[in-house]
């Protein structure tokens, strides 16, 4: 465990993750723990400061979560934002009262003199989303900001380097935001941007040859996809000798995954690569199933099945190794706990005990981005850690219905057209994730002087910062006639592309 940098407090609010991402930008670490814990578990961390983050609740609530009493106590420098100014006021002495006119969206800022606002100027758009607020003060704060609607937008205690502000920061609309948070973090809490990806490479190596001590040696589920990507990059660079990634090709993969997977993994980086070609296995358990679900599980099983046996012929294994990225870590400890199931995944992790290896999480402290810089770091090609997420079922839940060969090879065709255009007109680095889906229905057409009956493509492209919510990608319509023609002209057994405009929520960004 990483010590030092920040230590966040979750009350719940949607905006929570992303104050973890600023301040780690700006060179700092830092780590989100659930906003009613121990103090005990704030000072593991050893931090330097303390980040009370929003939340939906009213600090009146009866079930509003609360802070461990010594965070109003501590000598540490504190920063509350929204929710967290309101507890700062209503534990300290000061009053917070509800009942007002709720305020979401920009705000003009007026600013008084203060270290937290030096150099920033007055009458600047910060983002409001409140409906309490703090109407008194606590003995020895002083008002630092205000807007027309609301009287104290910004309040601090110099002397207890503590400081509130009603509006988020974190956001972009707040768009004196960041040199707000480089205050806090350098100005006033003295912190040292020392976070970056070259230190977290070498902390991470010394961790793993820690883990697996003077003998132990491990493995890990190679997909192709960024996260054990650079995980296997993360192994080799740290215990070469002792380390074997096991790719396991279940046929439902992009075109060329194979070949791409073996060059840049056995011949690149010269690493002890097994392939596991489990296509016929895959496509003849999957024969005739239609529902999302049980392909998902038949999937899981099989790999399950496959990885084991591959695992059984390489000598002395100790421990199992798993692209966790914080964003999962955060997601079963946060305040409002696991979120329900949506969906079953195939993930690695589900391998059975009867295995009996230690599990190594080396990437469980990073974001996504931090996870695609440190690919970099590690000597990845742009291209490989700039590739889109994809799914751990691959095609199968692109393919609505029973799964065929030929269905099969239908979808790559169109997916590697989309995702080739995309990159050829510079779009598929504005787009978080972009995809075929092969419809179970066939439509009339014309092709020449004849009618055709033929199937029927979706497209789908969204943006997105993590994939918990997602927009979809307002392609340009000139794009997308030049994609949909390319599509029907090149792949045979196409007559029809439609375009999916739907966001997450409602939709999920994958259709099963």
Wanted: with cysteine; net charge negative; hydrophobic share 40%.
């Amino acid at each position: 465990m990483i010590r030092g940098g920040v230590a966040i407090l979750d009350f719940g609010s949607q905006y929570t993750q992303l104050i973890a991402r600023r301040v780690r930008e700006l060179g700092v670490y830092c780590e989100l723990l659930p906003g009613n814990c121990s103090w005990n578990e704030v000072k593991k961390l050893s931090p330097g400061a303390v980040i009370l983050a929003g939340s939906p609740y009213s600090v009146y609530g009866d079930n509003s979560p609360m802070p461990p009493e010594e965070v109003f106590t501590t000598e540490l420098p504190l920063l509350g934002i929204c929710y967290g100014m309101q507890l700062l006021a209503f534990r300290t002495g000061g009053k917070v009262e509800g009942g007002h006119h709720r305020e979401y969206g920009p705000a003009l800022l007026q600013t008084e003199k203060s270290i937290l606002f030096e150099g920033i100027e007055s009458d600047q758009q910060a983002w409001m989303s409140h409906g309490d607020r703090v109407t008194e003060v606590p003995s020895g704060y002083t008002v630092i900001a205000s807007t027309t609607s609301l009287p104290i937008a910004a309040m601090e205690n110099n002397e207890l380097k503590r400081y509130g502000v009603q509006f988020h920061p974190e956001v972009n609309h707040t768009v004196f935001g960041s040199a707000l948070l480089e205050h806090f973090l350098f100005g006033i809490s003295m912190l040292k941007p020392s976070w970056n990806m070259k230190y977290f490479s070498t902390q991470a190596r010394n961790y793993i040859r820690e883990e697996l001590g003077e003998s132990g040696k491990v493995i890990l589920g190679l997909s192709g996809g960024v996260d054990s990507s650079v995980v296997a990059a993360l192994l080799h660079s740290a215990v070469p000798d002792r380390f074997v990634p096991i790719f396991v090709d279940n046929g439902l993969l992009r075109a060329g995954e194979r070949e791409e997977v073996e060059r840049t993994f056995r011949e690149h980086f010269g690493m002890d690569l097994i392939t596991v070609d489990g296509e016929e296995r895959f496509l003849g358990e999957l024969s005739g199933v239609s529902d999302p679900e049980q392909k998902r599980k038949i999937i899981g099983r099989v790999f399950i099945e496959l990885f084991e046996e591959a695992s059984n012929s390489i000598p002395g294994v100790t421990h199992l190794a798993q692209g966790t990225l914080y964003p999962d870590v955060i997601e079963s400890v946060s305040f409002r706990g696991p979120s329900a199931t949506i969906k079953s995944h195939h993930n690695v992790g589900g391998l059975p005990a009867r295995m009996n290896l230690s599990l190594l999480e080396p990437l469980r402290e990073l974001f996504k981005d931090e996870v695609r810089e440190l690919g970099r770091e590690l000597g990845l090609s742009n291209w490989m850690v700039s590739r889109h997420p994809f799914p751990g079922p691959g095609l199968a839940v692109r393919i609505l219905g029973p799964i065929t060969r030929e269905d099969r090879d239908l979808l790559q065709r169109v997916d590697k057209v989309f995702i080739d255009y995309l990159r050829e007109e510079n779009l598929y680095d504005e787009i978080w994730q972009a995809f075929s889906v092969l419809l179970p229905i066939r439509t009339v057409g014309v092709m020449g002087d004849e009618r055709t009956y033929d199937r029927v493509v979706a497209l789908r492209a969204v943006t997105s910062t993590d994939g918990m919510t997602a927009d979809w990608y307002r392609m340009d319509p000139e794009h997308m006639a030049a994609v949909s023609s390319r599509i029907v002209n090149m792949v045979k057994g196409v007559s029809r592309i439609v375009y999916d405009i739907s966001s997450k929520p409602p939709g999920t960004i994958e259709w099963e």
